[in-house]
């Protein structure tokens, strides 16, 4: 089964890659696809967007077991680490922070689909991105804001696509901004 996961990443990331090519476009919009990368579920409670709150960069180590902050170095790593082994993972609170966005494709989400991310590597270095998409239904924060999201992630099927979610149980909207660009 991770052997299946780890196939339809690799061959989603490459066509993603492909597809994109290097434009000059707006970096501040969220990601799009033009392949599915899937999933339909049910959203989650509502929740407030309180707002005024600080970036993770100043954040104290959580010493929880059961909470795993996702920090700027090594936020793809980590994220990848999940969804390879989700089952190490479904009962942690997870803690990101990141951009809010929508992602968009026509095939799958004509309407779209909430979103924490950040870029990442691509050929033209913004146009990789690496976040979650969020069960989420309360008030949308603006596109672009910085937000952080706590919650419990799973993983949705829907169809060939396998996407990492959270399920979350709190969203605040960040006045200080931290990396939108990581490495690794």
């Known amino acids: 089964m991770k052997h299946r996961f780890a196939g339809v990443v690799f061959l989603a990331l490459c066509g993603a890659i492909m597809?994109?090519?290097?434009?000059?476009?707006?970096?501040?919009?969220?990601?799009?696809?033009?392949?599915?990368?899937?999933a339909s579920a049910t959203p989650?409670?509502?929740?407030?967007?309180?707002?005024?709150?600080?970036?993770?960069?100043?954040?104290?180590?959580?010493?929880?077991?059961?909470?795993?902050v996702?920090?700027?170095?090594?936020?793809?790593?980590?994220?990848?680490?999940m969804y390879y082994n989700i089952e190490n993972y479904e009962d942690k609170t997870i803690v990101v922070e990141g951009m809010y966005g929508i992602f968009k494709d026509e095939a799958t989400y004509p309407s779209g689909v909430p979103i924490v991310f950040r870029y990442?590597?691509?050929?033209?270095?913004?146009?990789?991105?690496?976040?979650?998409?969020l069960h989420y239904d309360g008030e949308p924060p603006k596109e672009n804001d910085w937000i952080r999201v706590t919650g419990k992630p799973e993983i949705v099927i829907n169809?060939?696509?396998?996407?990492?979610?959270?399920n979350v149980t709190s969203l605040e909207v960040?006045?200080?901004?931290?990396?939108?660009?990581?490495?690794?």
């Open 174 to 184: 960040l006045t200080e901004r931290g990396a939108e660009t990581v490495t690794q």
């Open 19 to 38: 597809l994109t090519g290097c434009t000059a476009e707006d970096s501040s919009s969220a990601p799009s696809s033009t392949s599915a990368p899937a």
């Open 120 to 133: 990442g590597p691509g050929c033209c270095a913004n146009d990789g991105w690496g976040g979650f998409f």
């Open 70 to 81: 996702i920090g700027e170095k090594l936020f793809i790593t980590q994220i990848n680490e």
């Open 159 to 166: 169809g060939y696509y396998h996407d990492l979610y959270l």
């Open 44 to 68: 989650g409670p509502a929740f407030t967007v309180p707002s005024g709150g600080t970036s993770a960069s100043t954040l104290a180590p959580v010493s929880d077991e059961n909470t795993l």
